[in-house]
C-alpha cells in the first residue's frame, strides 16, 4: 500500500460477511489502506470458475444479478464508515452483463 496511490483488492467471495467473505478477505487491506489514506475497491467476480467448493463460493455466476445487486448494496453499507473503502469493481464486464 505505500508505493500504490489505489488499491483493488480481489476479494473474490459471494457472502458479505463473515471470516470467508467479502468483508472478511478484505479486511486487512482495507485497515492498511485506512492507516496509510490510499483508496481501496473490492472486487467481485461473476465469470463461471468451475463446480468445486472453492470456485463456487468465489464467484456470483449461477447467483443472479439480484444477488450480486443485494451483496454489493450491504458491502457499501458495511464499509460505509471506513475511510479508505471507495466502492466496489465488478471482475469481468462480458460476464456481468451475462449474469
Not at 485497515?31 to 470458475?49: G, N
Request: aromatic content about 6%.
Amino acid at each position: 500500500m505505500r508505493v500504490v496511490d489505489a488499491a483493488t483488492v480481489l476479494s473474490y467471495r459471494n457472502t458479505v460477511t463473515g471470516p470467508d467473505s467479502i468483508t472478511g478477505v478484505s479486511a486487512s487491506a482495507i485497515a492498511a489502506a485506512a492507516r496509510l489514506s490510499v483508496p481501496c475497491r473490492l472486487a467481485v467476480e461473476t465469470k463461471y470458475l468451475g463446480e468445486d467448493p472453492v470456485s463456487r463460493k468465489q464467484t456470483f455466476q449461477g447467483k443472479g444479478r439480484p444477488a450480486l445487486h443485494s451483496a454489493m448494496t450491504e458491502v457499501d453499507r458495511q464499509l460505509s464508515s471506513k475511510s479508505s473503502y471507495v466502492g466496489i469493481a465488478v471482475h469481468d464486464y462480458e460476464h456481468l452483463r451475462a449474469l
